[in-house]
């Protein structure tokens, strides 16, 4: 059973710029989370796919954009980078059953925009 | 609008004590909640869980404890041990295929 992978580890990116950042989901599991940590902060929500469809959204902006792939692989795109975008960003992937299920993250990417 | 708070930033416990961790949340919707631990430059790993149904669960040195009509939850960890030393995220779910919404951490250092 292989676990949640992201790519790449570091990243740093002018202001401006656009950056994609890549989670291959646990296999088997069905739900992909995204959420950015900035320094001293919990994990912050950004969104959701399920089934390849977005199904929750948390308080970021239009130009924080995802997909999910048919092989429940997903991508987390961020155009026009601001300052404040530097933080670590965590792919969650989980298996969803119509009852609780469990989130297994990926180490994450560092994102340093200057 | 914080949902799950932990007020403390950090704890410093002695090798072979007691450390508990505190969590408050705000959101009656909850009803589902977990702690995961995270170490420098690693994602988040689950440690614990508990549902609204029940108000302590334990996993061997590792029990939480849910105050519902407190809204309130804790982590104990018995006996504390170097490798403990981590952040420690309280995270909480309304349920069904909801996000989970996290606290900003507890740093805990166990002193050998």
């Known amino acids: 059973e292989t676990g949640v992978t992201q790519s790449p580890t570091h990243l740093i990116k002018t202001r401006g710029q656009q950056v994609t950042l890549r989670c291959s989901s646990q296999s088997g599991h069905n739900t992909v989370s995204w959420y950015q940590q900035a320094l001293g902060q919990g994990p912050q929500f950004i969104f959701q796919?399920?089934?390849?469809?977005?199904?929750g959204r948390g308080n970021f902006p239009p130009r924080f954009s995802g997909l999910q792939f048919p092989n429940y692989s997903s991508e987390l795109n961020v155009n026009a980078l601001e300052l404040d975008d530097s933080a670590l960003y965590l792919c969650?992937?989980?298996?969803?059953?119509?009852?609780?299920?469990?989130?297994?993250f990926g180490s994450g990417t560092r994102l340093t925009v200057v | 609008d914080q949902q799950v708070k932990q007020n403390s930033p950090s704890l410093s416990v002695q090798e072979g004590r007691i450390s508990i961790l505190n969590c408050d949340y705000t959101?009656?919707?909850?009803?589902?909640f977990l702690w995961y631990k995270k170490y420098p430059a690693e994602g988040p790993t689950f440690l614990i869980s508990?549902?609204?149904?029940?108000d302590k669960n334990e996993d061997g040195r590792f029990t939480v404890f849910l105050n519902k009509s407190a809204k309130h939850l804790s982590l104990h960890i018995v006996p504390s041990q170097p490798g403990d030393s981590a952040v420690y995220f309280c995270?909480?779910?309304?349920?069904?295929?909801?996000?989970?919404?996290f606290g900003k951490g507890t740093r805990l250092s166990v002193i050998a």
């Open positions: 796919y399920y089934r390849e469809e977005e199904n």
């Open positions: 995270a909480a779910s309304a349920g069904g295929n909801t996000p989970l919404v």
């Open positions: 969650a992937s989980s298996l969803f059953t119509g009852d609780y299920y469990g989130y297994t």
């Open positions: 959101n009656s919707m909850f009803d589902y």
């Open positions: 508990i549902s609204s149904i029940k």
